[in-house]
């Protein structure tokens, strides 16, 4: 996928030659990771909302409305996203909050993965870089080292919640866990592209008010991964009930003739 924020010409605007600061990777990472911790948030309180019984079909549409708002308005008025990305984060957060909580109840264990693969696999990349690791490596071994720890983690909140007997639909098959480790890889690949593109903007000197715009590219990236995940899973699932019902349709069948 092609960030669309990335085709944004305030990203042309060098700083002048009086001023000494420019875009900074490191601030945007710290941004990012604060508008993060808002979006889960926000997520959280959804979900609370959710097993509370108050959960809000109108909140969640008002949020994907006000969402596509705060991201046009980002986009062309770059001075004021120090207010309006953080707003947007938290919009974010609702939306996916409200769209995994009405998901859950459809599909119990469906969206609570998809969260789980995306947070894993943010975590990773944006920590990896805020502490320098493999920064300076290809795009490939970034994303092949993003890609299994990412997994790890996965399947460590997996264990974990079914610890506490929490139901989730984990990737226990072969050919599961291959989708995964495919699904993370793109994931943690387009989340790589995103911040080498923030790098070179800082190498060629962008001006630092886009920076919040740039903390706005990666949260749409963070949306996107969470949709795909979804998606993808949601494919997995049902083919595999699929297959179940298949199998049990069969021993039924079977057992009729038998009898017969």
């Known amino acids: 996928m092609t960030n669309p924020i990335w085709k944004n010409k305030y990203f042309s605007e060098k700083i002048d030659p009086g001023d000494s600061r420019s875009l900074s990777l490191n601030r945007v990472i710290n941004r990012a990771t604060f508008c993060f911790i808002i979006l889960l948030l926000a997520t959280v309180l959804m979900w609370t909302r959710h097993y509370s019984g108050k959960g809000d079909l109108t909140i969640t549409v008002i949020a994907l409305a006000a969402g596509f708002a705060s991201t046009y308005i980002s986009f062309h008025m770059p001075q004021i996203t120090g207010i309006?990305?953080?707003?947007?984060?938290?919009?974010?957060?609702?939306?996916?909050?409200?769209?995994?909580?009405?998901?859950?109840?459809?599909?119990?264990?469906?969206?609570?993965?998809?969260?789980?693969?995306?947070?894993?696999?943010?975590?990773?990349?944006?920590?990896?870089?805020?502490?320098?690791?493999?920064?300076?490596?290809?795009?490939?071994?970034?994303?092949?080292?993003?890609?299994?720890?990412?997994?790890?983690?996965?399947?460590?909140?997996?264990?974990?919640?079914?610890?506490?007997?929490?139901?989730?639909?984990?990737?226990?098959?072969?050919?599961?866990?291959?989708?995964?480790?495919?699904?993370?890889?793109?994931?943690?690949?387009?989340?790589?592209?995103?911040?080498?593109?923030?790098?070179?903007?800082?190498?060629?000197g962008t001006r630092s008010r886009m920076e919040w715009t740039a903390v706005l590219g990666l949260l749409l990236t963070m949306g996107w991964i969470y949709l795909e995940f979804f998606s993808f899973i949601n494919l997995i699932k049902r083919s595999v009930g699929d297959n179940v019902k298949k199998q049990k349709d069969k021993i039924s069948t079977s057992r009729k003739n038998r009898n017969q």
């Open 84 to 204: 309006t990305v953080p707003v947007h984060a938290l919009i974010e957060g609702l939306a996916v909050g409200g769209i995994s909580a009405f998901i859950e109840v459809l599909y119990p264990g469906l969206a609570l993965n998809a969260v789980f693969l995306t947070f894993a696999v943010v975590m990773v990349v944006l920590s990896a870089y805020r502490f320098g690791v493999l920064v300076k490596s290809k795009r490939f071994i970034k994303t092949a080292f993003a890609t299994l720890l990412a997994i790890g983690i996965y399947y460590i909140l997996n264990f974990v919640l079914q610890v506490f007997s929490i139901e989730v639909f984990g990737f226990i098959s072969p050919l599961g866990m291959g989708i995964c480790f495919l699904l993370t890889a793109v994931a943690s690949y387009n989340l790589v592209g995103d911040l080498e593109f923030i790098e070179e903007a800082q190498r060629s």
